[in-house]
C-alpha cells in the first residue's frame, strides 16, 4: 500500500502490531464462517487464553470488529457477529463513505479559502499544532491535535459556518483518525500531508492548498480501501511473538 508524499513511490512491508494480527485472525474467521452470522464469539478470558494476548490488546481488536461493522457488542451478554464482509465501516454517527464525501466537498474548498484568507495568527496556530503533532508520539494525544487541526483550517478560511461543519462531524474524524492510526500506520504520512497543507497555507497558494488537501483525502480513502479489502499477498510483517492470522 502506498501511504508516501510521492504518488509513485513504494513503501516497505510494514511490521503490524499485536492488536491487528488479533483482528486479522478474528475477521478471517468471521470471513470463512467459523463464526457465523447470529454467532456468539468466546469469551474475552476464552480468547485471550487460546490466542495467548492480553485482554486490553483483544478489547481494542474487538472494538475494530464492530467498527468494521462485522460484531456488535452487547453489555453483559458478549460479542455477537452480525455480517461477514466488511462493508462500509461506521465512526460514531456516520459511515465512512458519508463522511469522506461530506469532507471532499468541504475541507477542499475550504483550504483554498484559507490560502486566501488566513491570518498571521492562524499561521502560527497551525504551524504550533503541527509542530506539536510531529513530536507527539502517544496516538491517543496525535489524534486529539489531528481534529483541532482540521478544525484550525477551517477558522482559517473565516466563515464560522465552516467551523461549525467541522465541529458536527468532529467525533467521527477523530474515531477515524485512531482507527486509520491502528490499522494503517498513518501517522507519520498524515504529519508529512499537513505539512504541504500548511505551508500551501503560508504561501497564499488556493491552487496548492487545494491540491494539498485532495491528496489528504486520497490517502485516507486508499488507507481505508485497504483495511476494508486488504489483498492477501502476505505483505505485512507479524511483530514477533504474535498470533498469526
Known sequence: MNLSDSRTASQ???????????????????????????DKLPSEAELCRTLEISRPVLREALRALQTMGLTVSKTG?????????????TFGDYAAS?????????????????????????LDHLAHLLDRMERETDTTAWVAMDTLFH?????????????RVIEEIRDALARQSAFLNELGGRREQSNREHRAIVEALID??????????????????????????????????PTEGEPQA
Open 204 to 237: 497564499g497558494s488556493e491552487h496548492d492548498a487545494v491540491e494539498a488537501m485532495s491528496h489528504h483525502l486520497d490517502r485516507v480513502e486508499t488507507t481505508l480501501t485497504d483495511i476494508v479489502r486488504p489483498s492477501r499477498t502476505g505483505t505485512d510483517t
Open 77 to 89: 451478554k458478549g460479542t455477537f457477529v452480525v455480517a461477514n464482509a466488511v462493508e462500509d465501516p
Open 98 to 122: 458519508d463522511l469522506l464525501e461530506v469532507r471532499r466537498h468541504v475541507e477542499i474548498p475550504v483550504a483554498g479559502y484559507a490560502a486566501r484568507r488566513r491570518t498571521p495568527e492562524n
Open 151 to 163: 478544525l484550525a483550517v477551517a477558522e482559517a478560511a473565516q466563515n464560522p459556518v465552516f467551523r
Open 12 to 38: 516497505p512491508p510494514r511490521r503490524i502490531s499485536a492488536m491487528e494480527a488479533v483482528l486479522a485472525h478474528l475477521r478471517d474467521a468471521i470471513e470463512r464462517g467459523e463464526y457465523a452470522i447470529g
